[in-house]
């Protein structure tokens, strides 16, 4: 199983942009998925993220400006990020939580992260 990032950048404030993360591999099925972020010096903290079934979950700082959405068929994450900040810059990574995936004969459940994606919000 492996989960690839996209999408990050450099951006002026107040710009916007789009991050996916897409899991491949044999999957049965994912429960949460979502997006951390890792500013310099700071510890990760979470972003968003979005159960299988639509429910969604959003940190203070980015409510109203960010929307996690999701393509269970594809298997991939998406975070909307619009109106960004300087104190947005960080790596951003997307985790794919309870991840139940075929290993020969069984299935096996575990948690899974991405390479992570530099997002740059110039002032």
């Known amino acids: 199983v492996q989960l690839q990032a996209s999408g990050g950048g450099l951006v002026q404030a107040g710009g916007s942009l789009r991050l996916s993360c897409a899991a491949s591999g044999s999957i049965f099925s994912i429960n949460a998925m979502g997006w951390y972020r890792q500013a310099p010096g700071k510890e990760r903290e979470l972003v968003a993220a979005?159960?299988?079934?639509?429910?969604?979950n959003y940190a203070d700082s980015v409510k109203g400006r960010f929307t996690i959405s999701r393509d269970n068929a594809k298997n991939t994450v998406y975070l909307q990020m619009n109106s960004l900040k300087p104190e947005d810059t960080a790596v951003y990574y997307c985790?794919?939580?309870?991840?139940?995936?075929?290993?020969?004969?069984?299935?096996?459940?575990?948690?899974?992260w991405g390479q992570g994606t530099l997002v740059t919000v110039s002032s």
């Open positions: 979005v159960t299988s079934g639509g429910r969604t």
């Open positions: 985790k794919a939580g309870s991840l139940t995936y075929y290993d020969v004969t069984r299935l096996v459940t575990d948690d899974f």
